[in-house]
């Protein structure tokens, strides 16, 4: 160790931050998890990237990688082991303006990115929340709101530069080591440390972004309304159905159609967002026209002593009536736990299922459920979250890594079918045979 950690000290230019440095309360935790690692170290480049891990690997502790650390599962830290955050590698770069193409360093997030982006007209299909890295979000999928025009994030992604277990900084795209570019495409931080990413962007404009409300009452005949008219909706409308919204009254809160339609021409948005207008009595509705950047919201750490639980699944569209009949049923009942069910189709479905690593492109939904609170709540609540997933699960097919707090087998078999798992076993073998990088929905190489 001792020898390792001199040589780290040699090559390492970034910062080194110890138990009992003035930043390591701030930098020992990811945004959703408590931690207390031995080192975090926060690279100012990629060859510190590359020291980085040739030190973990060989001081055999636990690493983990973090970007903007919003991990449910708490990946972006750990106990007595090794965290590389990635926060100093954040620049954004049109390097091409006729092809749209965008180098995006690994530890970015996507406000930053929305906003480097706006003087350009243009964006990238990503998540939801300003503070999420581009990296965590993009390596296990992306799903946001422009996922049914434009894809997922990762769909968008046409270069990377991966630092592997061996301390090796490796091209990744379809011309070179192809392999390599389709697990980084859906294989979350298994393969290693994505330094830099290239995207090709694409031109936007203002959106039409709100929510459009219905009594709770009315839940099961404005979801199944919803699911249908998806199908044949625009493209350039993507939506969310919540239901049991804590801030709203929990149980009583009213369903809420949360909707963008990517385009700023009023009569097409009227033309795609009345049709959800009629599903039932509208309660509410502010949808407006907002810059895109504008529509990602702020995320931050739950206060101290706040705990999450989370889960999701994938829903094809022969189980879509089951399941929001399920879900209606759930939503309006005493103890629900927050429901998201997120519409994808579109241009996410239209890439082969083995073309990525992400390998759910047949599902309509993700269906997500949240609940919080003092760590003896969310225990208290683990049984009904279960008895409520036991009534899912046979209508449920798949998982996506992004919204688990869990990492158990059954997890990871969910987030990777057996033929994409073997496959990516095959590339973890050839790039990370030790299993250097395992703090994850993990791939073992054997």
Do not use: C
């Not at 047949?362 to 609940?371: D, H, N, P, S, Y």
């Amino acid at each position: 160790m001792t020898s390792a950690l001199d040589t780290l000290r040699r090559d390492f230019g970034g910062d080194l931050i110890e138990p009992g440095d003035a930043e390591y309360e701030a930098v020992g935790r990811s945004k959703l998890a408590a931690g207390s690692p031995a080192y975090v170290l926060r690279p100012a480049t990629a060859g510190d990237v590359q020291a980085a891990v040739r030190f973990a690997a060989g001081s055999g502790l636990t690493l983990s990688v973090r970007g903007g650390g919003h991990s449910f599962a708490g990946f972006g830290t750990n106990d007595g082991g090794v965290v590389i955050d990635l926060s100093r590698l954040a620049s954004i770069e049109v390097v091409d303006d006729e092809r749209h193409l965008v180098r995006i360093g690994g530890g970015a997030t996507w406000g930053e990115v929305a906003a480097a982006l706006t003087p350009h007209g243009l964006a990238i299909s990503s998540g939801d929340t300003k503070s999420v890295g581009v990296g965590g979000l993009t390596l296990s999928g992306g799903i946001g709101w422009k996922a049914r025009k434009y894809g997922l994030a990762l769909d968008s992604v046409v270069a990377a530069d991966v630092v592997t277990a061996d301390g090796e900084i490796v091209a990744a795209s379809a011309d070179e080591n192809p392999e390599l570019f389709w697990a980084i495409r859906g294989g979350g931080g298994n393969l290693g440390v994505v330094t830099a990413f290239e995207f090709v962007a694409h031109p936007t404009t203002e959106v039409f972004f709100g929510k459009i409300t219905f009594p709770q009452a009315e839940a099961v005949e404005v979801l199944q309304g919803w699911a249908d008219y998806l199908r044949a909706a625009p493209e350039e409308l993507t939506s969310i159905a919540n239901l049991a919204n804590p801030l709203a009254g929990g149980p009583a809160a009213p369903v809420e159609i949360h909707v963008a339609f990517d385009g700023d021409d009023p009569q097409l948005a009227a033309r795609a967002l009345d049709p959800i207008r009629g599903l039932g009595t509208v309660l509410d509705d502010d949808v407006a026209p907002h810059a895109y950047a504008d529509i990602l919201v702020e995320g931050g750490s739950p206060p101290p002593g706040i705990e999450v639980l989370a889960h999701d699944g994938f829903v094809d569209r022969e189980s879509v009536p089951e399941v929001l009949q399920i879900l209606a049923e759930v939503g309006t009942s005493p103890g629900s736990p927050s429901i998201a069910v997120r519409s994808v189709g579109g241009a996410v479905s239209r890439v082969p299922a083995d073309a990525t690593a992400y390998a759910h492109r047949g599902a309509e939904l993700m269906v997500a459920t949240v609940a919080g609170g003092p760590a003896a709540v969310v225990e208290a609540a683990r049984g009904r979250l279960d008895a409520i997933w036991e009534k899912l699960d046979p209508h449920i097919n798949g998982a996506y890594a992004n919204f688990l707090t869990s990492a158990t087998d059954q997890d990871i078999a969910a987030v990777y079918p057996a033929g994409t798992y073997e496959r990516l076993a095959a590339v973890k073998r050839q790039y990370d045979p030790s299993n250097l990088f395992a703090h994850n929905h993990n791939v073992r190489p054997e």
